[in-house]
């Protein structure tokens, strides 16, 4: 017999068995399903462009971790997230598209990362962006934390907190305090505050600041905490002169407004000071999602508002607002909980199984329920018996079993078994169909 | 100014605009419902694998079609099929798995194929297969048939002819007329047989079997015609004794038999003793698929049975059954023929427009009807005007439109505009969620 190749798969590329298939594409289904209904259109990207085109923004640790080869003639990339194929999709299809453009990509990406726990190489994301044409009004960054909120409510969550910032706040902060110079490594060292603790925190800062007073001012301005009305006041009373300053804080207090006519409630969102979300991209609202009963997972949402998404590709300048839920990495982190349990089994309804002089009628009905728009199986095991084929329904997790012999075609009737009670009962058609819908 | 890089993608690469999105994905979601409706479960496995491992059998014509690549140490391809990757996984997760195992996958697949109109080189395969341990029930392949009336009809087709045979016939004919030395050979003229007719078909016989009454018999086996069971009789008719032979018309019965009691109608099937489907892979049971109103596309859906799916990887044998329909040629094809012309413009159900004084009470509203699940969509146009907006709603496409200003706000009430129609009328709150649901 010839030597057998080994099955496996390549670390860091998640596959998953039938069950736990049927909980990611519930979740799947479940962000894909939310984003419609905000109005969001679905577009679909290549896998693989021109590396030219996939890299022309990129560079340093990105491109390091791309999957790049050479088909042919051509230089080619897999996709690594959704943001640069958008910004290429609308450079490319700008006359075709209807602005304010809100779509939505959900689909893998890949990035040869070292391949470590909860690292993955192939992953979901599911990006959704708004983007304007020249400009794009501020009420879309309020419809954003919405989204976010109805998605993870939907995926059954319920203690959601949404962190809201604006960067023109760090910014014009930064402006304020004449840190313009430092501004990268401060924003660092502010990304950094949580886990490393204030006292860290101080010390470090001497490295960049050597006034006593600047640091108290940032400390103060750090301090800031409370609910978004107080902490709006108190960024009013620190009687900053800087326009960006102000602005910032007029964009927030708009966005939080309109969140709340919304109808997001006061306990699902807060305005946190002290995330920055990168040094570059974003130039206004910026978010961050985290589960209160999961605090461990970190943000399981991010992203913001930026100023121009393509402009490597187009004189056009595109302002947009976007988010992004790393799907596969949620996934297996809610996997390691077991989260989700033993709920979604089977996404067959009910299994039709013949006994000695059933077959024909039992075919005959798996296409009656079919046509309800139920779903349905029957086992056909090579003349094996009840017990197999109830086996083979337990084992799918299946719900309803229906069982049809020659008694039951005689008497037109159907013995209909609860897999998960225990419970059997002897019904018509109709009563059949009415416990199946 | 910096030099752009122009926003290209690769020929052979299938990218859509989002009203076009729209259809493709009422195609991929009504093959996967109606998959799912049947019992098979979902199946995603990794877009790359170890060359190793997915070229276990590959050679010739698929092996250079292969995106093959290194990536650090490691030699890669991307899958080109879903059938070895389904091997791969069935023999990786034999032990976790329930069989008769039905799975379905619906994803991308990657062929470096000359570029030419129709032919993609990324390009989405939509297949299901029935894996059984050692054995596999007969009554499964008659199943198949179902599915594939079943998900054409939900595309919107309404003439479907399925065509069946059955590889053990076509061998025991081989068997009995002595032509297995030169079978590849004819079966392939076979295959050509509608494309070049029957005189040339006869000339070009010749060039394998010298004896006219073999050519004879041969013919004669061709030229049966008529509906199954007619067909069916004229087989048993021939009385030749190859066991083969009389293996495969008792199988080709059973199939018809079940797929009587499924309740598939003659007219949308028949046996076509002319379609063999490749020289190796298949041992039983064939199908492709025909619109009757649209020839041209040729077969939409093909597939058949066969004896072993996993020799490469695993002792263990896998006999099977399945189908695959090409989703992106499909579509592009229809898409050519305007086939769903512009009924599936907008997921979007109703857009809510506010005029001055409105905004609060519009911000509301999308928030209310969202929680009732419907797709909700708010332009927000940096302070322009009814007339903007309502453009904005015409070129997506949307349905209704619900207008809200000052008048409105202060009588409760809602104008409610359908586009499609022209149509406007003032409805409460309730009138107007009737309507919308």
Do not use: W
Not at 51 to 63: D, N, P, Q, Y
Not at 152 to 160: E, S
Not at 207 to 213: A, K, P, R
Request: aromatic share 10%.
């Amino acid at each position: 017999m010839a030597r057998k190749v080994e099955p496996r798969i390549l670390s860091g590329f998640l596959e998953l068995l039938p069950e736990d298939q049927i909980v990611f594409d519930f979740m799947k289904n479940t962000i894909e399903k939310t984003y419609a209904k905000y109005g969001f259109v679905n577009v679909e990207t290549p896998l693989i462009e021109y590396s030219e085109v996939l890299l022309a923004k990129a560079g340093g640790e990105t491109e390091k971790q791309i999957y790049r080869f050479n088909k042919g003639d051509n230089d080619l990339s897999l996709r690594f997230d959704h943001t640069v194929p958008l910004a290429r999709y609308v450079a490319k299809n700008a006359p075709y598209l209807v602005f304010p453009f809100k779509r939505y990509s959900i689909g893998k990406v890949y990035r040869g990362e070292r391949p470590q726990k909860g690292r993955f190489r192939e992953f979901y994301q599911c990006d959704i962006d708004i983007v304007g044409n020249e400009s794009l009004d501020i009420a879309y960054d309020a419809e954003l934390p919405l989204i976010i909120y109805d998605t993870f409510t939907n995926l059954g969550f319920d203690k959601i907190t949404i962190n809201l910032n604006n960067r023109k706040i760090l910014n014009g902060l930064f402006n304020e305090l004449d840190l313009v110079s430092v501004k990268d490594d401060v924003m660092r060292l502010i990304d950094k505050l949580d886990k490393i603790g204030y006292e860290t925190f101080k010390e470090s800062l001497k490295d960049y600041i050597s006034d006593e007073n600047t640091i108290d001012s940032l400390l103060k301005f750090l301090n800031i905490d409370g609910n978004a009305k107080d902490t709006i006041n108190a960024l009013r009373e620190l009687n900053y002169s800087d326009e960006t300053f102000n602005l910032g804080i007029e964009e927030l207090e708009t966005v939080i407004n309109d969140m709340n006519s919304l109808g997001l409630s006061e306990n699902n969102y807060k305005i946190n000071l002290k995330i920055a979300r990168g040094l570059d991209y974003y130039t206004g609202t910026i978010y961050e999602t985290f589960l209160d009963d999961y605090k461990e997972l970190g943000s399981v949402c991010s992203g913001g508002r930026y100023n121009d998404l393509a402009s490597f590709y187009t004189d056009k300048v595109l302002p947009g607002v976007g988010i992004s839920i790393g799907l596969t990495r949620l996934y297996s982190k809610l996997k390691e909980i077991n989260f989700y349990k033993n709920e979604m089994k089977s996404l067959t309804k009910v299994m039709v199984i013949d006994l000695e002089g059933g077959k024909e009628k039992a075919l005959e009905l798996t296409s009656l329920l079919r046509k309800e728009n139920i779903n349905v199986d029957m086992p056909h095991l090579n003349g094996k018996g009840m017990k197999q084929k109830m086996q083979y329904a337990s084992r799918l997790g299946v719900n309803y079993v229906v069982i049809l012999g020659e008694d039951e075609v005689k008497n037109n009737v159907y013995a209909l078994k609860d897999m998960y009670k225990g419970e059997q009962v002897i019904v018509s058609y109709d009563e059949l169909l009415k416990i199946l819908k």
